[in-house]
Every structure is written in structure tokens, then in C-alpha cells.
């Protein structure tokens, strides 16, 4: 029998069910900086799921600027720019709870094929509409919308599946990769986009948009059956999207990683502020804007780069407060600063912080949470990340209407670090989660 059969036949059971690979020997990895690439190296299956994602998740942002800049050349227009976002925005929370759902009551396998098919299909409806040198935003929004449901349908299944694939000592470091790949292709993405798109047009970047997504239908295709998993709500039938909330709140250690993260993502949220503040505080201009933009996301893939020591965190809790109250502290002393280089190196902290609330964070849902249950804590978790942002966008506006740009950023930086001292003193349990005994 071949290796990678024999790797595959050892990590499903009797009906076809992926189960936890055997967990690698710690000693190999006790002394790690850098990324643990231990699950890439390890797991056939996983390393394949990594590298497919990887590729599609760049060719979906080179699809996002390019979609972008053919707006703009249609309308001249930011505020239909705007809309783009917006587009996307709804369907990715409606579905992504619903796509939960559907993810804790199916192969979960099949729905990543289906809903990756999906979204190849409408990056080649987009090319083809480039061709056809069709000019209406309105049917670029349509597919937008349209991407988005995939996406907010793929993400649940895709995100559950990993516990099916790796032991639970090994989820922090494919976590890591996770958010180590997502960094890469939000930095190369709309660079490439926006290169092909000058070189050959809009259909190009379409074009390999779709020519990417085979790799993760590839990836997908190997993997063994995804069939919904034994665990608290496995009598039910159809899983609900109402039960899950029901679940979530009644665990305190789950409902507190997102009230953490949402407690720096609303309160100490200062993206918004970048145009005004740039000029305000660092008399720069667009290409200022663009630096202070870059500089969380080089943060947070450092963190991904040197995180190698995350898989021998125990107290998970713990280090997801101290990440958040990180963030919140960064991002105060950002407020604080008037001085560009010194102000840039505050958010790369925040966004290394925010990688590092983000790993542990998705790890506490992986382990502690039953399988039938995962797919739609992925669902909330997917909503979170997509709407936390957006309201502290609204919330740091406003309040830099209200009083001053320094006002918000400063007062909701110490508001995060107020509300994880909060959390810190009510919520005990989650201090003192401990990962090899995970309790929801």
C-alpha cells in the first residue's frame, strides 16, 4: 500500500469519517520561533487544504480589486465603489450563520465542492462579462453578492473540517497557517489584481481568479467523507441556526472569545480614521493612508511568521485577553503618537497582537466545542469577523465627528483594555481555560 494511502486509510474510521491524526511528538516542536510547519509536513490532506486555499484566497483578492477598478471606470464614482462592500457585506452575515448550519447536517466535503464550484463559476461569469465588455455595475454587483454567499457557505465547512484532519495539540499551528496564508494573499491580492489588470485587462484577473480555485477543488476531492459528527446536538435532525445561538449561550468560555474580539474590533477599531489622521497628524497624503492601511497586516503576518511558540500556550484564555488588551493598548498609544515611523510600528504590534487573539480564539472553538456543533460556531464566528469591524468603523467615525480623531482612537483604545478587565474579572473560567481539559 502507498504511504499516502496508508495516511489516509489511518485517519478515517469505519464510515468513511476523517478522525484526529495521532498527535506529533512534542519534543520536535519545543523549541520553535518560526511557524510550526509540522501539519503541512505531516498531514497529506491537510497540507494539500492549505495550499489550495492559499491560492484561491489570492486570486479571490486580485478579483475584489480588479472588481473595484471596473467600477470606478464605469461610474467614476467612489460611493458605488463603496457599495461593493456593501454587496458583500449582507449576504456574508445572513449565510454565513446559515451556512453553519447546513455545514453541522451535511457532508461537509461535498458542500466545499459545491460552494467552490460555485464561486469558479461566477469568477468566470465576471470574466466573461469583461469580454463582452459588458457596463453595468449592477450585474457586477449581482456577482459579487453572488461570491459572497459562496464564501459565507464554503467558510463554516472548510474551518470545521481541520479538527477532523489534525489532533488538538496541533490546531494552534495550522491556525497559524491559516492566518499565515490570509496575510499573504491580502498583500499579494490586489497587487497582482491590479498588475494584470493594467497588463491585460479586467477579464485576466477573473480568469485566474477561476484557473486558482482549482486548487482548492483539488484539495477538497482528496479529502476523505465529512459526514456530520457525533456530539451534544446529534439526535436533531436538522441543526438550526437558533440552536446553536441557544448553545453558544450557555457556554460561557465560547460566548467570551467573541466578546473579546468583538471588544476590540468595535471599540478600538481606527481604520476609518487612516485618511484624516494622516493628514491631521502626520501631514502626509494618499501614499501616508496606504502605509498606515499596510502596516496592521504586516503586523499580523509577522505574528503568523514568528508563531511558532503558540502551540505551547496552555492558558489560551489567558493569552487571548492579554492579545486584546495588546490591541487596545497599541492601538491608544497610535493615538498618542505624532511622529509616522513610531505610529506605523503601534498598529504592526496591534495587527501581531490581533493574530495572536485570532489563533487561540479559533482553537478554543475547535477543541472545546462537539463536532455537530463546530460548523456553526465557524458561522458566528465568520459574522463576527465580518460585522465587528464594520460597526467600529461607524463607532470611530462618529465619535471623531462628535469630539476629535484622537478622541476615538485614544478613548477606544482604553475602552478595549476596560472592557477585557471586565471580562478578565467575571468571566474566571475563561482566565483559567486550560487547553488540555478544554470546556466550553
Not at 491585460?200 to 480555485?213: K, R, S, T, V
Not at 501581531?352 to 479559533?362: I, L
Not at 459574522?383 to 470611530?396: E, I, K, M, N, Y
Request: proline share 5%.
Amino acid at each position: 500500500m502507498l504511504k499516502s494511502e496508508k495516511d489516509r486509510e489511518n485517519r478515517t474510521g469505519p464510515s468513511g469519517s476523517a478522525v484526529p491524526a495521532p498527535a506529533a511528538a512534542p519534543a520536535a516542536r519545543s523549541n520553535r520561533l518560526l511557524a510550526d510547519i509540522g501539519p503541512l509536513r505531516e498531514h497529506p490532506d491537510f497540507r494539500r487544504l492549505w495550499f489550495g486555499n492559499t491560492v484561491s484566497y489570492i486570486g479571490q483578492q486580485m478579483t475584489a480589486m480588479a472588481v473595484a477598478l471596473q467600477v470606478y471606470a464605469i461610474t467614476g464614482s467612489s460611493f458605488y465603489v463603496g457599495l461593493v462592500g456593501l454587496c458583500s457585506l449582507v449576504p456574508l452575515i445572513v449565510f454565513g450563520l446559515y451556512g453553519g448550519a447546513v455545514a453541522d447536517a451535511v457532508d461537509r466535503r461535498r458542500l466545499g465542492l459545491v460552494t467552490a464550484t460555485g464561486a469558479t463559476v461566477l469568477s468566470a461569469a465576471l470574466a466573461a462579462a469583461a469580454i463582452a465588455h459588458v457596463r453595468s455595475v449592477g450585474v457586477l454587483y449581482a456577482i459579487v453578492a453572488l461570491q459572497a454567499v459562496c464564501f459565507a457557505m464554503n467558510s463554516p465547512a472548510r474551518s470545521s473540517m481541520i479538527p477532523r484532519l489534525l489532533s488538538p495539540d496541533q490546531l494552534p499551528a495550522a491556525n497559524a497557517l491559516a492566518s499565515l496564508a490570509g496575510g499573504v494573499g491580502q498583500m499579494a491580492g490586489p497587487m497582482l489584481g491590479g498588475v494584470f489588470v493594467g497588463l491585460w485587462g479586467y477579464q485576466a484577473a477573473y480568469l485566474i481568479d477561476a484557473a486558482a480555485f482549482t486548487a482548492s477543488l483539488y484539495a477538497m476531492w482528496r479529502l476523505p467523507s465529512m459526514l456530520p459528527g457525533e456530539g451534544e446536538g446529534s439526535a436533531k435532525k436538522r441543526p438550526s441556526v437558533v440552536e446553536g445561538l441557544r448553545y453558544l449561550a450557555a457556554r460561557p468560555n465560547l460566548r467570551t472569545t467573541f466578546v473579546s474580539d468583538l471588544a476590540a474590533m468595535v471599540l478600538a477599531q481606527p481604520r476609518v480614521l487612516f485618511p484624516a489622521v494622516a493628514g491631521l497628524w502626520f501631514g502626509g497624503d494618499t501614499r501616508t493612508v496606504g502605509l498606515l492601511a499596510a502596516a496592521p497586516a504586516v503586523g499580523a503576518l509577522l505574528g503568523s511568521v514568528f508563531s511558532g511558540w503558540y502551540g505551547r500556550v496552555r492558558r489560551q484564555g489567558l493569552a487571548v485577553l492579554v492579545a486584546v488588551a495588546s490591541w487596545g493598548a497599541a492601538v491608544a498609544v497610535f493615538g498618542l503618537t505624532r511622529n509616522l515611523w513610531l505610529g506605523l510600528v503601534f498598529l504592526g504590534l496591534a495587527g501581531c497582537a490581533d493574530t495572536v487573539s485570532m489563533v487561540f480564539r479559533n482553537t478554543m472553538l475547535q477543541t472545546a466545542a462537539p463536532d455537530d456543533m463546530r460548523g456553526r460556531l465557524q458561522g458566528v464566528f465568520l459574522v463576527v469577523v465580518v460585522g465587528g469591524p464594520r460597526l467600529g468603523d461607524f463607532l470611530a467615525g462618529s465619535t471623531a465627528d462628535l469630539f476629535s480623531p484622537a478622541t476615538a482612537v485614544v478613548g477606544g483604545g482604553l475602552a478595549c483594555i476596560g472592557a477585557i478587565a471586565l471580562i478578565a474579572l467575571f468571566q474566571r473560567s475563561f482566565v483559567s481555560y486550560d487547553s488540555r481539559r478544554p470546556v466550553a
